[in-house]
Structures are given as structure tokens and as C-alpha cells.
């Protein structure tokens, strides 16, 4: 059994990969910023932890972190604020992946977003352009951190269903990206199950093969 802590776990996605790693046989902490959704994440079968990333120093949540084997970050600002969105979206998630050395968790995966990048293209003055900047940042730092790491970029996401059918690394988006928040929690919980996939960015969408085939060229 792997202790497994996701940040952000009352997201849709983490809502979903709770449930997933729990079944699995896997103990999740599940840390979450408001307290009245706790029942919520219990009844994933994940143990509800009350901890507000964005206000959290790195020595606060690396105590949060100690005794896991992996991290999952699925938290997100959710848009509107550019201040608020550099905080959680760059500056805590930094600082949660410095807590996560600090407290021996080699295992780190970020959920991202498909196209994320320095070179993401976002004009300034769009309102997707401090959530891409934000990213942007976040990945990068994560890629030099020593961790072992997983970086997952979903496209567009839906409430499609989890058919476990994906596309990775498409060469051509003209058809789209489309990507169900179940889809992304069956992959996020299949790359913790396999070490191969360490230190790989994987971009996917709604697709044909089935996640184990298409994340074996990443083993």
C-alpha cells in the first residue's frame, strides 16, 4: 500500500482520483482548504486534511507531507484573480515541491494543462494569461527540483465519462483536445503505479488507445 497526499482534493479531478487510488488499496490524505468539504473527500474512501497551500509556509506543508510516498498536486486558483492565480497556481505549488524534498517525498506529480510552457502563447491581456504564466513557472521549477516527477497535460477539460481511451503526445490538435476529468484521474493514478514515467511531461487528450498502451512507449 502506497500513502499517497494530494493538495487540492476536493477538485473534480481529485475527487475522481481519490476514489481510484483508494479502491486500488492505496491511503490517501487528501488536503483541502475549506473544512465543510471534508465529507466530500471521506467519501471517496481518502482522509479529509484541512490545509490552506496559500497561506501555508514551506515548513507547514512539509509537516502535512511527512510519512507520504507521493505527491499529487491538482489545486488551482480556479481563475478571475491574477494575484490570487500567481499565489496558489505558482508560488504554492513551488513551495509545496520544496516541502515535498524537505520531507522526503520523492514522488511528485503535477497536473498541468496540455500546451503549458514558456512559449504557451497566451496574450497579456487575456484572462488565461497569469494562469499560463503561473504554470509556466510551476513546471519549470518542478523539472529542476530534484524530484522524481510526472507532469500531466490534459487538454480542454469535460465531464465526459472515464473510458480510460486517450491520445498522448498528439501531433496534431486540429481535432482538438478534449479531455474528461475522469480520463485525467485514471492517468494520474496509473503514472504513480509506474516509475518509468518519472521525469516525462505527457500531453494527452480523449483518444483510441487505452491508458496502459499509451503511456507504455513511458515506462
Not at 13 to 29: R, Y
Request: one cysteine or more; aromatic letters at 6%.
Amino acid at each position: 500500500m502506497t500513502r499517497i497526499a494530494i493538495i487540492g482534493g476536493h477538485g473534480k479531478v481529485a475527487l475522481q482520483l481519490s476514489a481510484l487510488l483508494t479502491d486500488e488499496g492505496h491511503s490517501v490524505t487528501s488536503f483541502i482548504r475549506n473544512p465543510d468539504h471534508a465529507a466530500d473527500v471521506a467519501a471517496t474512501g481518502a482522509s479529509p486534511s484541512v490545509l490552506d497551500v496559500e497561506n501555508s509556509t514551506t515548513a507547514e506543508i512539509a509537516a502535512a507531507l511527512r510519512n507520504h510516498d507521493a505527491v499529487v498536486w491538482s489545486a488551482g486558483a480556479g481563475g478571475g484573480n491574477p494575484q490570487r492565480t500567481y499565489a496558489v497556481d505558482r508560488d504554492a505549488a513551488i513551495r509545496s515541491m520544496d516541502a515535498a524534498v524537505e520531507a522526503g517525498v520523492n514522488r511528485y506529480v503535477m497536473v498541468s494543462y496540455f500546451g503549458a510552457g514558456p512559449d504557451h502563447g497566451v496574450p497579456a491581456d487575456h484572462s488565461f494569461h497569469a494562469y499560463a504564466e503561473a504554470k509556466a513557472a510551476a513546471d519549470e521549477y518542478l523539472r529542476g527540483s530534484g524530484l522524481s516527477w510526472t507532469i500531466l497535460g490534459p487538454g480542454s477539460l469535460t465531464d465526459g465519462p472515464g473510458n480510460g481511451l486517450i491520445d498522448v503526445d498528439p501531433s496534431d490538435a486540429s481535432s482538438g483536445t478534449q479531455t474528461s476529468r475522469a480520463n485525467v484521474a485514471i492517468v494520474a493514478a496509473a503514472v504513480l503505479d509506474l516509475p518509468g514515467c518519472a521525469g516525462r511531461t505527457i500531453e494527452f487528450r480523449d483518444g483510441t488507445l487505452p491508458v496502459s498502451a499509451a503511456l507504455e512507449p513511458v515506462k
